[in-house]
C-alpha cells in the first residue's frame, strides 16, 4: 500500500505564506512526478505545480511567481511554498504522485487525503 499524508494547511490572511508538506510511504519502488493539485467549492480540480524526478517545475499561471514546488528525492517528500496568497487560492490542496510501486511494475497515480488551505482577513 502506499499513502501520501499532507500538512501545513491553515487559516491565513492575504499576502501572508503557507508552506505544505507531503510525504509518500508504503510500498514504493521508485517516484516520477510529485504535484500538488487543489479544488475549490464548485470547481473542478486543478493542477497547481508539478515536479519531476530530474527537477523539472511546472506551474499554473495563476500561482507562477508566488508558488514554488520543491521536493527531497531521498525523503518521498514535496513540498509547496506558498506566498502572497490570495483570497481566490482558497481550496482543498491535494498532492498527487505517480510512481512504480514495485520494480517492474507500471506507474500508477496516488493522491493525498486533502488539506485545507483559507485566505481570508
Known amino acids: 500500500q502506499v499513502q501520501l499524508v499532507e500538512s501545513g494547511g491553515g487559516l491565513v490572511q492575504p499576502g501572508g505564506s503557507l508552506r505544505l508538506s507531503c510525504v509518500a510511504s508504503?510500498?514504493?519502488?521508485?517516484?516520477?512526478?510529485m504535484g500538488w493539485y487543489r479544488q475549490a467549492p464548485g470547481k473542478e480540480r486543478e493542477l497547481v505545480a508539478l515536479?519531476?524526478?530530474?527537477?523539472?517545475?511546472n506551474y499554473a499561471d495563476s500561482v507562477k511567481g508566488r508558488f514554488t514546488i520543491s521536493r527531497v528525492n531521498a525523503k518521498n517528500t514535496a513540498y509547496l511554498q506558498m506566498n502572497g496568497l490570495k483570497p481566490e487560492d482558497t481550496a482543498v490542496y491535494y498532492c498527487?504522485?505517480?510512481?512504480?510501486?514495485?520494480?517492474?511494475?507500471?506507474?500508477?497515480?496516488?493522491w493525498g487525503q486533502g488539506t485545507q488551505v483559507t485566505v481570508s482577513s
Open positions: 508504503g510500498s514504493i519502488f521508485s517516484i516520477d512526478s
Open positions: 515536479i519531476t524526478s530530474g527537477g523539472r517545475t
Open positions: 498527487n504522485s505517480v510512481l512504480f510501486p514495485a520494480e517492474g511494475s507500471n506507474w500508477s497515480h496516488y
